[in-house]
Protein backbone atom coordinates (compact mmCIF):
# COMPACT_ATOMS: atom_id res chain seq x y z
CA UNK A 1 0.00 0.00 0.00
CA UNK A 2 0.98 3.71 -0.78
CA UNK A 3 2.64 5.04 2.39
CA UNK A 4 0.38 8.29 1.71
CA UNK A 5 -2.26 6.15 1.70
CA UNK A 6 -2.03 3.68 4.27
CA UNK A 7 -1.32 7.29 6.42
CA UNK A 8 -4.85 8.31 5.31
CA UNK A 9 -6.52 5.44 6.31
CA UNK A 10 -5.02 5.02 10.12
CA UNK A 11 -5.97 8.94 10.45
CA UNK A 12 -9.34 7.82 9.35
CA UNK A 13 -9.68 5.11 11.51
CA UNK A 14 -8.49 6.75 14.40
CA UNK A 15 -11.19 9.24 14.31
CA UNK A 16 -13.74 6.92 13.45
CA UNK A 17 -12.69 5.47 17.25
CA UNK A 18 -12.64 8.83 18.68
CA UNK A 19 -16.09 9.64 17.63
CA UNK A 20 -17.23 5.73 18.99
CA UNK A 21 -15.90 6.41 22.42
CA UNK A 22 -17.53 10.01 22.38
CA UNK A 23 -20.87 8.87 21.14
CA UNK A 24 -20.83 5.96 23.59
CA UNK A 25 -19.88 7.96 26.63
CA UNK A 26 -22.73 10.59 25.83
CA UNK A 27 -25.39 7.62 25.44
CA UNK A 28 -23.98 6.76 28.82
CA UNK A 29 -24.36 9.89 30.80
CA UNK A 30 -27.53 10.40 28.67
CA UNK A 31 -29.30 7.12 29.99
CA UNK A 32 -27.98 7.43 33.37
CA UNK A 33 -29.74 10.91 34.08
CA UNK A 34 -32.87 9.40 32.47
CA UNK A 35 -32.57 6.66 34.76
CA UNK A 36 -32.19 8.14 37.87
CA UNK A 37 -34.57 10.91 37.08
CA UNK A 38 -37.43 8.82 35.90
CA UNK A 39 -36.87 5.71 38.94
CA UNK A 40 -37.26 9.07 40.93
CA UNK A 41 -40.54 10.02 39.49
CA UNK A 42 -42.18 6.15 39.17
CA UNK A 43 -41.08 5.66 42.75
CA UNK A 44 -43.20 8.59 43.76
CA UNK A 45 -46.46 7.76 40.90
CA UNK A 46 -49.55 7.07 43.08
CA UNK A 47 -50.66 3.01 42.69
CA UNK A 48 -53.57 1.34 41.14
CA UNK A 49 -55.03 -1.89 41.02
CA UNK A 50 -55.32 -3.96 37.84
CA UNK A 51 -59.26 -3.61 38.24
CA UNK A 52 -58.31 0.20 37.42
CA UNK A 53 -57.26 -0.68 34.40
CA UNK A 54 -58.69 0.58 31.06
CA UNK A 55 -58.62 -1.00 27.44
CA UNK A 56 -55.95 0.98 25.50
CA UNK A 57 -53.97 2.02 28.40
CA UNK A 58 -50.01 2.00 28.14
CA UNK A 59 -48.06 -0.39 29.76
CA UNK A 60 -44.30 0.25 30.92
CA UNK A 61 -42.02 -2.41 31.72
CA UNK A 62 -38.60 -2.76 33.07
CA UNK A 63 -36.72 -5.67 32.84
CA UNK A 64 -33.03 -5.61 34.68
CA UNK A 65 -31.44 -8.05 31.78
CA UNK A 66 -31.96 -6.36 29.05
CA UNK A 67 -31.35 -2.73 30.08
CA UNK A 68 -27.33 -2.14 28.18
CA UNK A 69 -29.52 -2.25 25.08
CA UNK A 70 -32.14 0.10 25.31
CA UNK A 71 -32.02 3.55 26.21
CA UNK A 72 -34.10 4.49 28.91
CA UNK A 73 -35.46 3.73 32.25
CA UNK A 74 -38.25 1.36 30.41
CA UNK A 75 -37.04 -1.06 28.00
CA UNK A 76 -40.15 -2.79 26.82
CA UNK A 77 -44.08 -1.51 26.19
CA UNK A 78 -47.69 -2.90 25.51
CA UNK A 79 -51.31 -2.21 25.45
CA UNK A 80 -53.49 -3.04 27.57
CA UNK A 81 -56.17 -5.50 25.69
CA UNK A 82 -58.92 -5.53 28.52
CA UNK A 83 -60.65 -8.16 30.41
CA UNK A 84 -62.33 -10.87 28.88
CA UNK A 85 -66.26 -12.39 30.08
CA UNK A 86 -64.26 -14.45 32.48
CA UNK A 87 -62.34 -11.62 33.75
CA UNK A 88 -58.91 -12.63 32.28
CA UNK A 89 -56.87 -9.62 31.67
CA UNK A 90 -55.20 -9.45 28.60
CA UNK A 91 -51.92 -7.27 26.70
CA UNK A 92 -51.07 -6.20 23.65
CA UNK A 93 -47.35 -6.80 23.29
CA UNK A 94 -44.46 -7.56 20.44
CA UNK A 95 -41.32 -9.69 21.58
CA UNK A 96 -38.13 -11.15 20.26
CA UNK A 97 -38.66 -14.00 18.81
CA UNK A 98 -42.62 -14.08 18.96
CA UNK A 99 -43.62 -10.79 17.54
CA UNK A 100 -47.33 -9.09 18.27
CA UNK A 101 -49.13 -10.94 20.53
CA UNK A 102 -51.47 -11.39 23.20
CA UNK A 103 -50.50 -12.22 26.76
CA UNK A 104 -51.99 -12.62 29.73
CA UNK A 105 -51.43 -9.62 32.55
CA UNK A 106 -50.05 -12.31 34.75
CA UNK A 107 -47.73 -13.58 32.69
CA UNK A 108 -46.63 -10.00 32.25
CA UNK A 109 -46.22 -9.39 35.18
CA UNK A 110 -44.54 -11.94 36.34
CA UNK A 111 -41.69 -10.76 33.63
CA UNK A 112 -41.71 -7.01 34.49
CA UNK A 113 -42.63 -4.46 37.32
CA UNK A 114 -44.60 -1.68 35.59
CA UNK A 115 -46.01 1.46 35.31
CA UNK A 116 -49.71 2.46 33.81
CA UNK A 117 -50.15 5.19 31.49
CA UNK A 118 -53.42 6.88 30.78
CA UNK A 119 -53.57 9.50 27.78
CA UNK A 120 -55.39 12.03 29.41
CA UNK A 121 -58.59 13.55 27.53
CA UNK A 122 -59.15 10.33 25.43
CA UNK A 123 -62.69 8.67 25.23
CA UNK A 124 -63.68 5.32 25.40
CA UNK A 125 -64.05 4.88 21.82
CA UNK A 126 -61.19 6.33 20.71
CA UNK A 127 -59.31 4.08 23.20
CA UNK A 128 -61.33 1.01 21.74
CA UNK A 129 -60.20 2.05 18.28
CA UNK A 130 -56.54 2.24 19.81
CA UNK A 131 -56.97 -1.21 21.20
CA UNK A 132 -58.65 -2.36 17.48
CA UNK A 133 -55.67 -1.54 15.35
CA UNK A 134 -53.44 -2.58 17.56
CA UNK A 135 -55.44 -6.10 17.90
CA UNK A 136 -54.72 -5.88 14.20
CA UNK A 137 -51.21 -6.70 14.24
CA UNK A 138 -51.26 -9.58 16.37
CA UNK A 139 -49.21 -12.44 14.69
CA UNK A 140 -46.83 -10.29 12.70
CA UNK A 141 -43.38 -10.64 13.67
CA UNK A 142 -40.88 -8.86 15.71
CA UNK A 143 -38.08 -6.17 13.82
CA UNK A 144 -35.29 -4.45 14.82
CA UNK A 145 -35.24 -1.68 12.83
CA UNK A 146 -34.63 0.65 15.27
CA UNK A 147 -33.43 3.32 12.87
CA UNK A 148 -37.32 4.09 12.19
CA UNK A 149 -40.80 3.39 12.90
CA UNK A 150 -43.93 3.03 10.44
CA UNK A 151 -47.71 3.00 11.09
CA UNK A 152 -48.58 0.36 8.66
CA UNK A 153 -45.83 -2.33 8.63
CA UNK A 154 -45.34 -6.36 8.74
CA UNK A 155 -43.40 -6.42 11.36
CA UNK A 156 -43.62 -4.24 14.70
CA UNK A 157 -41.12 -3.91 17.92
CA UNK A 158 -42.57 -3.54 21.00
CA UNK A 159 -42.76 0.52 20.68
CA UNK A 160 -43.63 0.95 17.75
CA UNK A 161 -47.29 -0.95 18.15
CA UNK A 162 -48.10 1.23 20.38
CA UNK A 163 -46.62 4.59 18.77
CA UNK A 164 -48.87 3.46 15.68
CA UNK A 165 -51.97 2.52 17.23
CA UNK A 166 -52.61 5.94 19.05
CA UNK A 167 -50.83 7.81 15.91
CA UNK A 168 -53.84 6.44 13.45
CA UNK A 169 -56.19 6.05 15.38
CA UNK A 170 -56.07 8.67 17.99
CA UNK A 171 -53.59 11.66 15.84
CA UNK A 172 -51.23 11.90 18.87
CA UNK A 173 -47.86 11.26 18.21
CA UNK A 174 -46.49 9.66 21.25
CA UNK A 175 -42.65 10.09 20.12
CA UNK A 176 -40.96 12.93 22.30
CA UNK A 177 -38.05 12.62 19.79
CA UNK A 178 -39.05 12.55 16.48
CA UNK A 179 -36.70 12.78 13.86
CA UNK A 180 -33.13 10.92 14.62
CA UNK A 181 -31.50 11.62 17.83
CA UNK A 182 -27.97 10.14 18.97
CA UNK A 183 -29.49 8.56 21.42
CA UNK A 184 -32.76 6.86 20.31
CA UNK A 185 -31.57 7.30 17.09
CA UNK A 186 -34.88 7.01 14.68
CA UNK A 187 -36.93 4.84 16.72
CA UNK A 188 -39.44 5.39 19.40
CA UNK A 189 -38.11 4.20 22.44
CA UNK A 190 -40.71 3.05 25.48
CA UNK A 191 -38.69 5.97 27.48
CA UNK A 192 -39.96 8.27 24.80
CA UNK A 193 -43.31 8.14 25.14
CA UNK A 194 -43.15 7.79 28.58
CA UNK A 195 -42.04 11.24 28.58
CA UNK A 196 -44.93 12.30 26.84
CA UNK A 197 -46.68 15.38 28.30
CA UNK A 198 -50.24 14.27 28.10
CA UNK A 199 -50.03 10.82 30.05
CA UNK A 200 -51.19 9.86 33.76
CA UNK A 201 -48.56 8.03 35.48
CA UNK A 202 -49.46 5.40 38.12
CA UNK A 203 -47.66 2.45 39.39
CA UNK A 204 -49.25 -1.04 38.84
CA UNK A 205 -49.67 -3.16 41.86
CA UNK A 206 -49.01 -6.64 41.57
CA UNK A 207 -51.45 -8.81 43.31
CA UNK A 208 -49.87 -11.57 45.31
CA UNK A 209 -50.44 -15.12 44.18
CA UNK A 210 -51.47 -18.38 46.30
CA UNK A 211 -50.84 -21.42 44.68
CA UNK A 212 -52.48 -24.61 46.05
CA UNK A 213 -52.94 -27.99 45.28
CA UNK A 214 -55.86 -30.28 46.45
CA UNK A 215 -56.60 -33.76 46.77
CA UNK A 216 -60.08 -34.94 46.38
CA UNK A 217 -61.60 -35.54 50.59
CA UNK A 218 -57.94 -33.67 51.92
CA UNK A 219 -58.05 -29.79 53.22
CA UNK A 220 -56.22 -27.20 50.07
CA UNK A 221 -52.83 -26.68 50.88
CA UNK A 222 -50.18 -23.78 49.68
CA UNK A 223 -46.99 -25.28 48.03
CA UNK A 224 -43.68 -24.46 45.79
CA UNK A 225 -44.52 -23.36 42.78
CA UNK A 226 -42.16 -26.11 41.61
CA UNK A 227 -43.71 -29.62 42.30
CA UNK A 228 -43.40 -32.64 39.87
CA UNK A 229 -46.87 -33.32 38.40
CA UNK A 230 -48.89 -36.17 40.28
CA UNK A 231 -52.53 -37.44 39.62
CA UNK A 232 -55.98 -36.88 41.08
CA UNK A 233 -54.41 -33.29 42.01
CA UNK A 234 -56.02 -29.94 41.89
CA UNK A 235 -53.61 -27.20 40.68
CA UNK A 236 -54.88 -23.58 41.71
CA UNK A 237 -54.24 -19.83 41.70
CA UNK A 238 -55.37 -17.48 43.29
CA UNK A 239 -55.08 -14.07 43.41
CA UNK A 240 -55.24 -11.75 45.95
CA UNK A 241 -55.32 -8.12 45.28
Not at 53 to 67: C, E, H, K, Q, V
Not at 171 to 185: A, H, R, V
Amino acid sequence: MNPRLKKQVKTLLTISVILLLLFTTHVIVANYNTFTETNRFYSEAPEINIEDLDPGDILFARNNYITSFIPGYWTHTAIFAGFDEEGQGWVIESKRGTGVEKNKIEQFLSRYHVAVAKVKGLSRYTKLRILAFAESKVGLDFNIKYFGKEIDSNSYYCSEVVWAAYKNKAKIDLDTNPGWSFKYLGAVAPQEIFEFPGLEISQLRKPRILRFIWKPGRMPRSVSTHFPPRKNLIIGTLLIP
